[in-house]
């Protein structure tokens, strides 16, 4: 048991050992983030009056589209520097290199929503750092990275990798992404609220849960093709 | 005897070539029409206008079996996906109907029931709105089935797509059968979510099982669910027979392309 985890941190570390050196995936997707964030704000039209309708919408969009760039990254580097065929070599099960790989994601896709949510809570009109909030923010995104790396892992192999990942991601997403914006309306928004915030996290921790069975499991028969 | 079993060959491949190819296969296609006339007359003479709705209530007769056929066939495609793909240590049993060998008719299975149900989604997403109008006032409502639907059609889009831009065949039925059943799993989650997204906003609850069927009404429905349902299986045998027909198309060009480079090397 030590060992496995001990192997899953180590492949997330050397992901986050390169991030530190190239620096790509982060500052890629923070200032993409923020772009999505400007033009919602041109389309949407946000005044003082209705901020408390959008801001939820809004944080949860810009999330997703910068985490699908993190995804798109994450087996694309492995895939184009002939690094996959070397972490396949590893001697350990493919679950550890899945999770190893997620767990990457997830801590990337993490990193960059703390930073952006002092941005948002400034913009939008809103207290960041309420105990709902994040601990949506973190079940959320144990649901992104788990979904996006497996779908990366599929996406890196097909002839237009870039279409299909969000093509695969987007869909299936679609309730984490309802009950992250539901519950997140319980914090910042007038929302009274007839299903408990408390469902909502319920719902996305059964999704968490299914997916990291079901991935990992995935993987192995991806990574055999 | 090679000459005996060339002429045999020759009748064989005739009787296959003929424009109405097998026979049992042209039955079922006359009984399926047949079926289908039946059904026309059933909707649209032989049942009673609905009071309320009028004539546009007959289009529930088409809109729904569609909807349950469609829903059977992404069935078909999870039970198809979970067969295809290969388990370490299969029961011995399972061995005489070659399952979780990597059987490619299983992936034929699931690529023809996503192809067929995309299909009768993609009807069921346009009827649905014909009838909505004049009786909502208004195309589109996201109400949790109606999104549900969308979802489930944007989710079999993105299957189809994995199989057209996969690099090779055996990738595409390998990813594909993952996705089927990653994809049916999420659907049941997805429907949860909407359904209670829905009584958060509390949208314009109108469904079509909320009014009372009559019993005339329920033959026809009925009547009609089973049309459709000998549609969808004359449907898929027809493109399970092209997708082997494809295959068996495809291994006899690279044997004679191998052929070839033999006689060039002579």
Same mark, same amino acid.
């Given at each position: 048991?030590?060992?496995?985890?001990?192997?899953?941190?180590?492949?997330?570390?050397?992901?986050?050992?390169?991030?530190?050196?190239?620096?790509? @995936?982060?500052?890629? $997707?923070?200032? %993409? +983030? #923020?772009?999505?964030?400007?033009?919602?704000?041109? *389309? /949407?039209?946000?005044? =003082?009056?209705?901020?408390?309708?959008?801001?939820?919408?809004?944080?949860?969009?810009?999330?997703?589209?910068?985490? @699908?760039?993190?995804? $798109?990254?994450? %087996? +694309? #580097?492995?895939?184009?520097?002939?690094?996959?065929? *070397? /972490?396949?070599?590893? =001697?350990?099960?493919?679950?550890?290199?899945?999770?190893?790989?997620?767990?990457?994601?997830?801590?990337?896709?993490? @990193?960059?929503?703390?930073?952006?949510?002092?941005?948002?809570?400034?913009?939008?009109?809103?207290?960041?750092?309420?105990?709902?909030?994040?601990?949506?923010?973190?079940?959320?995104?144990?649901?992104?990275?788990?979904?996006?790396?497996?779908?990366?892992?599929?996406?890196?192999?097909?002839?237009?990798?870039?279409?299909?990942?969000?093509?695969?991601?987007?869909?299936?997403?679609?309730?984490?992404?309802?009950?992250?914006?539901?519950?997140?309306?319980?914090?910042?928004?007038?929302?009274?609220?007839?299903?408990?915030?408390?469902?909502?996290?319920?719902?996305?921790?059964?999704?968490?849960?299914?997916?990291?069975?079901?991935?990992?499991?995935?993987?192995?028969?991806?990574?055999?093709? | 005897?090679?000459?005996?079993?060339?002429?045999?060959?020759?009748?064989?491949?005739?009787?296959?070539?003929?424009?109405?190819?097998?026979?049992?296969?042209?039955?079922?296609?006359?009984?399926?029409?047949?079926?289908?006339?039946?059904?026309?007359?059933?909707?649209?003479?032989?049942?009673?206008?609905?009071?309320?709705?009028?004539?546009?209530?007959?289009?529930?007769?088409?809109?729904?079996?569609?909807?349950?056929?469609?829903?059977?066939?992404?069935?078909?495609?999870?039970?198809?996906?979970?067969?295809?793909?290969?388990?370490?240590?299969?029961?011995?049993?399972?061995?005489?109907?070659?399952?979780?060998?990597?059987?490619?008719?299983?992936?034929?299975?699931?690529?023809?029931?996503?192809?067929?149900?995309?299909?009768?989604?993609?009807?069921?997403?346009?009827?649905?709105?014909?009838?909505?109008?004049?009786?909502?006032?208004?195309?589109?409502?996201?109400?949790?089935?109606?999104?549900?639907?969308?979802?489930?059609?944007?989710?079999?889009?993105?299957?189809?797509?994995?199989?057209?831009?996969?690099?090779?065949?055996?990738?595409?039925?390998?990813?594909?059968?993952?996705?089927?059943?990653?994809?049916?799993?999420?659907?049941?989650?997805?429907?949860?979510?909407?359904?209670?997204?829905?009584?958060?906003?509390?949208?314009?609850?109108?469904?079509?099982?909320?009014?009372?069927?009559?019993?005339?009404?329920?033959?026809?429905?009925?009547?009609?669910?089973?049309?459709?349902?000998?549609?969808?299986?004359?449907?898929?045998?027809?493109?399970?027979?092209?997708?082997?027909?494809?295959?068996?198309?495809?291994?006899?060009?690279?044997?004679?392309?191998?052929?070839?480079?033999?006689?060039?090397?002579?």
């Amino acid at each position: 048991m030590k060992t496995f985890l001990l192997c899953i941190m180590l492949i997330a570390w050397k992901d986050i050992r390169l991030e530190f050196r190239s620096r790509e @995936v982060v500052i890629s $997707s923070l200032v %993409f +983030a #923020v772009l999505v964030m400007v033009l919602f704000n041109f *389309a /949407l039209n946000v005044t =003082p009056d209705t901020v408390d309708i959008f801001a939820p919408g809004v944080l949860w969009v810009s999330f997703v589209f910068a985490g @699908v760039l993190a995804m $798109s990254r994450s %087996f +694309a #580097v492995e895939k184009d520097k002939g690094t996959l065929d *070397a /972490l396949l070599l590893c =001697p350990v099960s493919r679950d550890v290199l899945f999770l190893g790989k997620m767990l990457a994601l997830f801590v990337f896709m993490i @990193v960059v929503e703390l930073l952006l949510l002092p941005v948002f809570a400034v913009l939008f009109d809103f207290s960041a750092f309420s105990g709902t909030l994040i601990s949506t923010i973190v079940l959320a995104t144990l649901g992104f990275a788990t979904l996006g790396a497996i779908f990366s892992s599929m996406a890196v192999n097909t002839r237009s990798r870039e279409i299909m990942l969000p093509i695969l991601f987007f869909p299936l997403v679609a309730p984490v992404i309802i009950g992250a914006v539901e519950r997140t309306n319980g914090v910042i928004g007038t929302d009274t609220g007839i299903v408990g915030s408390g469902r909502w996290l319920q719902l996305i921790a059964v999704f968490d849960a299914v997916f990291l069975v079901l991935c990992p499991w995935a993987f192995g028969i991806v990574m055999e093709e | 005897m090679e000459k005996i079993n060339k002429t045999q060959l020759a009748r064989k491949s005739a009787v296959q070539s003929r424009w109405y190819g097998n026979r049992r296969r042209t039955f079922f296609l006359v009984f399926a029409l047949t079926l289908m006339v039946v059904d026309m007359y059933l909707i649209f003479v032989w049942a009673p206008t609905e009071s309320v709705m009028g004539h546009v209530q007959r289009i529930f007769y088409i809109h729904v079996p569609m909807a349950w056929t469609a829903f059977l066939a992404f069935f078909l495609v999870f039970l198809a996906s979970i067969l295809y793909l290969p388990v370490r240590k299969a029961p011995a049993w399972t061995r005489r109907w070659r399952l979780w060998e990597r059987n490619p008719i299983w992936d034929i299975v699931a690529s023809s029931a996503a192809e067929i149900g995309l299909v009768f989604t993609t009807l069921v997403l346009i009827t649905g709105p014909i009838w909505a109008k004049p009786i909502w006032g208004i195309w589109w409502t996201w109400d949790a089935r109606l999104t549900t639907t969308l979802v489930l059609w944007l989710i079999y889009v993105a299957y189809l797509m994995l199989r057209a831009y996969s690099s090779n065949r055996s990738q595409a039925g390998v990813y594909s059968a993952v996705l089927g059943i990653i994809g049916f799993i999420d659907v049941i989650i997805v429907y949860r979510a909407v359904d209670w997204w829905e009584t958060q906003h509390q949208r314009l609850v109108v469904s079509f099982d909320r009014f009372d069927v009559a019993s005339d009404m329920r033959l026809v429905l009925y009547f009609s669910t089973f049309t459709f349902l000998v549609l969808f299986g004359y449907l898929m045998w027809q493109l399970i027979s092209i997708k082997r027909l494809e295959i068996t198309i495809r291994q006899t060009k690279d044997k004679l392309s191998m052929a070839k480079i033999r006689d060039a090397r002579r």
